[in-house]
């Protein structure tokens, strides 16, 4: 009985994991890319007005996230007026952007170029960055402006 319910919860996960489904017009905020194209990286910030901003990468997405004044247009006053997304690359699917792990250094480029790749389990990001050169795992709370400053070139 265990192994049908384990199966049936394995199955069902792949059956009903979300993944993102954007029109062919969808242009990435920050790149001003169309994000269909990669969709490994598409990464998205739903606001409290229910606006979903999409991102061609998590890194944009971090963009967005460390300097949401920016883009005053969004009315983001708080941290908890952002729900995050992003694309776990294994799988596809869209996962919580604040419980993903990043790697950072790998051989993988973005859209937006040196990049985060995001996924749903540590596991499956450290195999990941062991199989392409990535150098380090982040959580969410570790990923700072300054990294994404260093990945964008600005020292």
Request: hydrophobic share 40%; net charge positive.
């Amino acid at each position: 009985m265990r192994k049908v319910l384990l199966a049936f919860l394995v199955f069902s996960s792949f059956v009903f994991a979300e993944t993102y489904h954007v029109s062919k017009d969808e242009i990435g905020l920050i790149r001003k890319v169309k994000v269909y194209k990669e969709p490994k990286w598409i990464a998205s910030i739903k606001v409290r007005s229910g606006t979903e901003i999409f991102f061609c990468s998590p890194k944009s997405m971090f963009e967005f996230y460390h300097r949401p004044g920016k883009w005053p247009e969004y009315n983001v006053k708080a941290d908890n007026d952002m729900r995050l997304f992003v694309t776990d690359f294994i799988t596809l699917e869209k996962i919580d952007g604040r419980a993903a792990f990043y790697v950072y250094g790998s051989r993988s480029i973005s859209p937006a170029g040196d990049d985060l790749v995001a996924f749903k389990t540590k596991k499956n990001a450290q195999r990941f960055a062991d199989a392409n050169n990535g150098k380090r795992v982040f959580a969410f709370k570790d990923v700072s402006s300054a990294l994404v400053n260093y990945l964008n070139g600005n020292l």
